[in-house]
């Protein structure tokens, strides 16, 4: 897979750092759908030595513990903050600029992500909330939404072709509100609620959903349509829709090759990728899940 520069030079770093880079038993899978955002890294062996950590912008990483690890041993600017055990659902929150070095002679498994002060910035402008200026420390603690979400992450991961960038969106935003308020020490009754959408920007997003159904889109690229942040675009999408964005497009979706089903002799195949979804599996699960039946069934009751 090829990163753009930018993603390939922080994932290039962070494995330099872990001196994994040349470990053959070392494996480091990085998202096609959000590269600079998160990925996957496991090792049978451990690490060799003390990681070299080093000074970095006000970014922190998310660190979600896959499998259970006996021993681990970290450090911020040179002090221990933690040591021993973390199990299988430990999450660490860490900020690069205290140049995190850890100690891992064990195997491990661990779902890495990113999180930015721009995309925290970016929940408080929209929740009208006081901005999130650093998350608490955290080594190895249970947290069930982390983990929830951080399962998701991974199976997206393992089929990048059963996910949409709109959907990964949607759990990255979700990941980086529960950050700010269960990290950023936001109280959840600090928030505001908006209205939803004017009805120029329901006109303008939905024309730009409909001309990009059989695309990969992403929620900022629709955001922007509206002149709203990726934050307030979903909560008044949601508010005026009832749904999400993501489940709105792939209704959608469903509608059209429900329509080409009916009217035209296109193989259901072709019509799943016509319709903007990666492969034909994907498409018989979503339109089941709204019809009750495939869409083979659906064609040969409706059309013949």
Not at 74 to 102: C, D, H, M, N, W
Not at 274 to 288: I, P
Request: proline letters at 5%.
């Amino acid at each position: 897979m090829q990163l753009p520069i930018q993603d390939r030079a922080f994932w290039e770093r962070f494995a330099e750092d872990l001196y994994v880079r040349d470990m053959p038993t070392a494996e480091l899978c990085v998202s096609q759908l959000a590269p600079s955002t998160f990925g996957r890294i496991r090792s049978r062996e451990g690490l060799p030595e003390v990681t070299e950590g080093h000074g970095a912008a006000h970014d922190y990483l998310l660190a979600l513990q896959l499998a259970e690890i006996p021993f681990i041993e970290q450090l911020l600017a040179a002090k221990k903050v933690s040591t021993g055990s973390y199990p299988a659902g430990g999450v660490s929150v860490i900020p690069f600029e205290e140049r995190p070095r850890i100690f891992l002679p064990g195997s491990f498994d661990t779902l890495i992500v990113r999180i930015t002060q721009v995309s925290l910035d970016e929940i408080a402008y929209s929740h009208r909330i006081p901005r999130v200026d650093r998350l608490s420390q955290t080594f190895g603690r249970m947290d069930s939404v982390v983990h929830n979400l951080g399962q998701v992450l991974v199976s997206t991961l393992q089929q990048p072709n059963h996910a949409s960038k709109f959907f990964v969106d949607h759990v990255l935003h979700a990941l980086n509100c529960h950050l700010a308020f269960s990290y950023g020490g936001i109280p959840p009754v600090a928030t505001h609620v908006r209205g939803g959408l004017t009805a120029r920007q329901v006109k303008r997003a939905a024309e730009f959903l409909d001309a990009h159904l059989d695309g990969d889109i992403d929620l900022r690229q629709i955001a922007d349509t509206c002149s709203l942040s990726v934050s307030h675009f979903t909560r008044a999408f949601k508010q005026t829709f009832g749904k999400p964005p993501y489940r709105w497009l792939i209704e959608r979706r469903v509608d059209k090759a429900r329509d080409l089903m009916a009217n035209s002799r296109l193989s259901i195949a072709d019509i799943a990728m016509q319709c903007g979804f990666a492969d034909q599996s994907g498409f018989n699960r979503s339109f089941k899940r709204i019809h009750g039946v495939t869409p083979g069934i659906w064609r040969r009751t409706v059309v013949n």
